[in-house]
């Protein structure tokens, strides 16, 4: 069976301002508007974070990037120049460095809303392929 994630709902305070940010750094296209009340993220031809306003409280949700070493650097640079702080641990404090202990690198940071976006180049998370 072939499954594959399409798209997420990401709630924010800011639909517009919250879907903006992340294309911008990620360098990916979005809209202000998509379909029903959604201002959606186009992250890959396969996956869309439709941004909704809430006006209750916004649950915190950790959603993580694997790119490529390029855009790893591109991703980066544009967090810097927009002042984003960033940090190395998931749970640690800004220090604007860069996590190299997986195997890869990894950096964290936080969405005004509190959601916390990660971005990896190589993924911790699957098993090894069995040899």
Request: net charge negative; hydrophobic share 45%.
């Amino acid at each position: 069976m072939n499954i594959q994630l399409d798209h997420l709902l990401v709630p924010s305070r800011d639909k517009i301002a919250a879907a903006r940010q992340l294309a911008e750094l990620l360098g990916v296209p979005w809209s202000a508007s998509g379909i029903g009340p959604f201002a959606p993220v186009y992250v890959n031809d396969g996956l869309t974070l439709d941004f909704d306003q809430w006006d209750g409280p916004v649950p915190n949700i950790h959603f993580a990037f694997r790119v490529s070493e390029d855009a790893f650097d591109a991703i980066l640079a544009r967090l810097q120049a927009a002042g984003i702080p960033y940090r190395s641990l998931v749970h640690g404090p800004v220090d604007s460095k860069v996590d190299t202990a997986h195997g890869g690198r990894i950096v964290y940071w936080n969405q005004p809303d509190g959601h916390q976006w990660e971005m990896l180049t190589v993924s911790y998370a699957r098993a090894p392929a069995a040899g």
